[in-house]
């Protein structure tokens, strides 16, 4: 009688679970390891050259990134998530640790600075698809949402307190002990995901029993990505919506906030509106669980979202333009913590790590191409028009999503 009612017990939501609580601090840790790295990357690049040079060594990491992301989804599904994060975290630790022993003894060259910068791409392109695909490997469909909203919640605390715990350890100590600190942050996510044991995937999972090449594997993740009536679209919303929303929030802004005479602190008013609503919105996916009538709600706050950045350069006022801030990181929030759990949820598990790569190359790898063409339109014609062509591209991604029947009538699981 007690085994059945054991049987019959409905799992533990996510935030009680001690895997996904294990996998959300190493995440954590990992994130705010990163964001203290980039700090001290493109502090001690200023301090060793020129303005034009260190935005040259910051740059370098996106191209491995963006041409080794696809493949490495397929590592993730070939070799299996929990392996390579384990391995991404292990060699980005001794890679840090050497560069900040490197760093306090010597001033190092700027080539140093960029090799890092180079090896760190190429760890990213492994380590984004492989942390997409391990949800779906501890969790229950329907906690899904909720570990995506908690993952959220990871994301801005990485936000939030890198940049400022990297900025104190370098006042404090120079850039060799805030690499040092970025090293041990990387090492503290070890022995969290060493302690991660993952669900085995389905034995009619898509590629069980496969003996595909690497661009075997890579044609049928695309093939099934393509041929997916939900998953397909969702790739473009997200596309889309990340090419018309990254430009205005990272270069925009601060041309905007010069034009407008409200200086740095200006910016940091309006980023901590942005930041606060994005919080908000993953702390409600993540206590909630699930949003009915995910696809409708998706695409409608896409297209609000894109009001609200539209009417952000149409504003002389510093406070309007924080409360606007705020309801765009609430609204582009959820829509993105929806898209990533409609993304978790309609995956096969075991194309999940490929599925995951499309998306963040998408994200981090083709939308950035939008800085330089951002910041010579807003040279040209001011920051308005441009930020209405960018929400423009917002809306257009949430409209089109709306108008696609499957994904409009996609749901998260109960």
């Not at 001290?40 to 060594?57: D, I, K």
């Not at 993952?198 to 093939?223: F, I, M, V």
Request: proline share 7%; hydrophobic share 55%; charged share 10%.
């Amino acid at each position: 009688m007690t085994a059945a009612v054991l049987a019959a017990a409905p799992p533990r939501p996510a935030h009680r679970d001690p895997r996904i609580l294990r996998w959300l601090g190493a995440y954590t840790a990992s994130t705010v390891g990163d964001s203290v790295y980039h700090l001290a990357l493109s502090w001690t690049a200023v301090s060793s050259g020129s303005p034009a040079q260190a935005g040259l060594v910051m740059a370098v990491s996106a191209v491995p990134r963006a041409l080794l992301m696809l493949g490495g989804g397929v590592v993730a599904d070939r070799f299996g998530p929990r392996r390579v994060v384990i391995l991404s975290d292990a060699v980005r630790c001794l890679v840090v640790l050497a560069l900040a022993a490197l760093v306090l003894a010597t001033t190092p060259a700027l080539w140093t600075l960029a090799a890092v910068a180079l090896v760190f791409g190429v760890l990213d392109a492994l380590f984004l698809p492989a942390v997409g695909a391990l949800p779906a490997r501890m969790a229950p469909r329907d906690q899904l949402a909720r570990v995506q909203g908690m993952r959220g919640l990871g994301q801005r605390a990485g936000a939030v307190l890198g940049a400022p715990l990297g900025g104190l350890v370098v006042a404090l100590g120079g850039p060799g002990a805030a690499f040092a600190a970025a090293g041990l942050l990387f090492a503290l996510s070890l022995p969290l995901l060493l302690g991660l044991r993952l669900n085995p995937l389905p034995a009619e999972s898509g590629t069980e029993g496969r003996k595909n090449t690497a661009l075997g594997d890579l044609a049928d993740g695309l093939r099934y990505l393509r041929g997916h009536r939900v998953l397909g679209p969702l790739v473009i919303v997200i596309a889309l919506s990340d090419l018309g929303f990254v430009g205005p929030l990272n270069v925009g802004l601060a041309l905007l906030s010069d034009q407008r005479g409200w200086g740095a602190s200006g910016i940091g008013w309006v980023l901590a509106g942005f930041g606060t609503g994005a919080a908000a919105s993953s702390l409600l996916l993540g206590v909630k669980g699930r949003v009915p009538r995910a696809g409708a709600v998706l695409g409608g706050t896409m297209v609000l979202g894109a009001v609200s950045v539209g009417a952000l350069a149409h504003t002389p006022l510093l406070p309007v333009a924080v409360l606007l801030a705020l309801s765009v990181g609430l609204l582009a929030g959820l829509s993105g913590a929806l898209a990533g759990a409609l993304l978790q949820t309609e995956c096969d598990p075991a194309y999940l790590g490929r599925v995951s790569a499309v998306a963040s190359l998408c994200s981090l790898g083709l939308a950035p191409l939008s800085f330089p063409v951002t910041g010579a339109a807003i040279g040209l014609w001011g920051p308005g028009p441009v930020f209405v062509a960018s929400a423009a591209v917002c809306a257009l991604a949430g409209a089109y999503g709306l108008l696609v029947p499957a994904l409009r009538r996609a749901e998260l699981p109960k």
